[in-house]
């Protein structure tokens, strides 16, 4: 796999990790120039068709997560049978690793500092619809400077609606695991509460609560013991901080904190003022123990294989029974027909269930003496809860009791818009796809982001939008260009004002003699009308001045001393003359070309030589000419 380029875009640079799902490896995207992640799924899951769907589906739903304390995932691709996630590269180690390298319990306020970050991650993912379902220390990444990352919110999902029901073994990682989890039932978002809680204790003690032989046993023991406070492994640990934990970890989710939001009130108090700390007294009921009816569910999954052996015998029997049937064969017809018949059970038409609510369904299969059971959820443009498809169909022939598989509808899938401005288009196309979002890109001129930039979209970041919606991403152009006015035929005053206007500068000004036009004439511009050009360019002009023989001009060389500053200065000279202000010079000089000699030209008689810089009166003074 080193050395691999997927997507013709991701090149395979080394290994990082594995787990039971996928192997982690660190590439490079050669689009945006920028080291990622990247998990591939081992092959086992990558052949599991129901898996492989429903892992894209909750892989791109968790993409529209953008949190700094969540791994972001920029793609999600497949190659051949290859199935990945591009994810956000994080330069760490593992809360696992952490835990372990520190050799026991961590710094309490460090323990509940980290805490406090994947709980900002838990109820940022928990407000978008997205439940976790495995938050243990191997799925929190933590880096040099203690930000918490947490990953695998795709993963997860999927592992639970395919891997876990389809195998009907409790798999995973048990120790972390909420008792409504143990016993397969349906989950909410107090299931991630609940891990954290046993995280949050594994950090103050260096251990989990429960430990046992197998997955079954560690899951029986949340089902049915008690959760010690941490305190008694760690006697650094505050009473208070032993109540957050408790309640974080009741066995009824009721009692639990209801929101990753309460979590991190109280976790944030504690690290403030751990007095100001309020708990009541239903906080802590005692734990109740599950009914024996569920934990025998799970004894009886970790007798599978004794069942197996009692199959093969009630096999054998049933060979006795077909020998039997042979030897009935032989009776008459009448007496065959009589043994049918006492024997028979009638067989179910299965009905048509599709379209109808999910309580509906329920109802209409009871009446026909059969079970219903959700095999997925799926969205859909049809009213959550309505019956997609059915399995068997409409018209089956089944024995009653039979179990009907329903798909039910999710409702119309949302997804939050992510926030794309500022960053490369490329980039926040990529952002929003992975987010289930179609993009229209619209350029447009802009002075305050760089070409190729996003600077507004629409609809606006943080709204709830259908899946599959079109966001409007608007990128820039750059600033926009000016059009070069046409000055030719204007006096200099004119020229400069107009240029001016247009967002341009006058630059260099060269005189020419001509004949029969009037003095200060623009002849010719250095850059044609219309052309686009950068704003604030200068353009240069060719002006006219009276020939040299004119008896009516006279010249003299005027010296400037200009001023002592740094950088360089925009030098205009005047002459006011019979009422009139003309300009006879302008240029870019700096103080190293002081003095400066211009030679001006005016008529016989009485002047004002007026010398501008930067657009301030430098000096005045009289001449004759």
Do not use: W
């Amino acid at each position: 796999m080193i050395g691999r380029m997927l997507g013709n875009r991701y090149e395979i640079l080394e290994k990082i990790g594995e787990g039971g799902m996928a192997k982690v490896y660190k590439a490079k995207c050669h689009l945006l120039n920028r080291i990622v992640a990247i998990k591939i799924l081992r092959p086992e899951f990558a052949a599991d068709e129901n898996f492989v769907k429903k892992f894209k589906r909750e892989s791109q739903a968790a993409a529209s997560l953008s949190h700094p304390n969540i791994v972001g995932i920029y793609d999600v691709g497949q190659e051949g049978d290859i199935y990945y996630i591009v994810m956000e590269y994080v330069k760490g180690r593992t809360l696992k690793e952490l835990i372990r390298e520190n050799g026991g319990p961590l710094e309490v306020k460090r323990a509940v500092e980290i805490a406090s970050q994947v709980c900002r991650a838990l109820d940022h993912a928990h407000k978008n619809k997205i439940i976790h379902r495995d938050i243990k220390p191997q799925n929190i990444l933590v880096t040099d400077e203690d930000v918490v990352k947490v990953t695998d919110f795709g993963i997860a999902r999927a592992a639970n609606g395919a891997t876990i029901t389809y195998t009907g073994d409790v798999i995973g990682t048990a120790y972390y695991f909420s008792p409504e989890q143990a016993k397969g039932s349906i989950v909410d978002e107090r299931t991630d509460i609940y891990s954290l809680g046993i995280v949050l204790f594994e950090m103050l003690t260096g251990k989990v609560p429960f430990e046992g032989d197998s997955p079954i046993s560690v899951a029986l023991k949340h089902i049915q013991e008690d959760i010690l406070p941490p305190s008694r492994l760690n006697e650094k640990v505050p009473e208070e901080l032993d109540k957050i934990v408790l309640k974080a970890t009741q066995k009824d989710p009721n009692l639990r904190y209801q929101t990753a939001s309460e979590f991190l009130k109280d976790l944030d108090t504690f690290l403030k003022n751990p007095k100001d700390l309020k708990f009541e007294e239903k906080d802590f009921e005692k734990t109740k123990v599950m009914p024996s009816r569920e934990a025998e569910e799970l004894k009886r999954a970790a007798l599978k294989r004794e069942r197996e052996k009692k199959r093969k015998e009630i096999r054998k029997k049933v060979g006795i029974v077909l020998l039997v049937l042979l030897l009935l064969a032989s009776l008459s017809y009448g007496t065959v027909y009589v043994l049918n018949n006492f024997f028979k059970v009638n067989d179910v038409v299965v009905p048509n269930v599709v379209g109808l609510s999910l309580s509906q369904a329920s109802k209409v299969l009871s009446e026909h003496n059969l079970k219903m059971e959700i095999s997925e959820e799926r969205y859909s443009d049809k009213p959550e809860n309505t019956i997609l498809e059915q399995d068997p169909p409409q018209g089956a022939l089944v024995k009653p009791g039979t179990t009907v598989y329903v798909v039910i509808s999710k409702g119309r899938q949302m997804v939050i818009v992510p926030n794309v401005i500022g960053r490369d288009y490329l980039e926040a196309k990529n952002v929003l796809e992975n987010a289930g979002l179609k993009v229209n890109i619209i350029e447009n001129y802009n002075e305050q982001y760089q070409k190729g930039y996003v600077f507004d979209q629409n609809p606006r970041y943080g709204v709830q939008v259908e899946y599959g919606t079109t966001i409007d991403v608007y990128v820039s152009k750059g600033p926009k260009p000016s059009i070069v006015p046409n000055v030719v035929n204007m006096n200099l005053d004119e020229a400069k004002a107009s240029l001016e206007s247009a967002g341009l500068t006058l630059g260099k000004v060269i005189y020419k003699e001509a004949d029969n036009v009037p003095e200060n004439t623009v002849l010719e511009q250095s850059v044609p009308p219309d052309t686009e050009v950068q704003k604030g360019s200068p353009i240069d002009l060719i002006v006219s001045k009276l020939p040299q023989n004119s008896l009516q001009q006279q010249t003299k060389n005027v010296i400037i001393n200009l001023p002592n500053k740094d950088g360089p200065m925009k030098v205009e000279v005047y002459v006011i003359q019979d009422g009139q202000k003309n300009l006879v010079y302008s240029g870019e000089h700096t103080s190293s070309d002081s003095p400066l000699t211009v030679p001006v030209t005016a008529h016989k008689g009485k002047a004002v030589i007026e010398v501008d810089i930067d657009g301030q009166v430098y000096s005045r003074v009289e001449a004759r000419f």
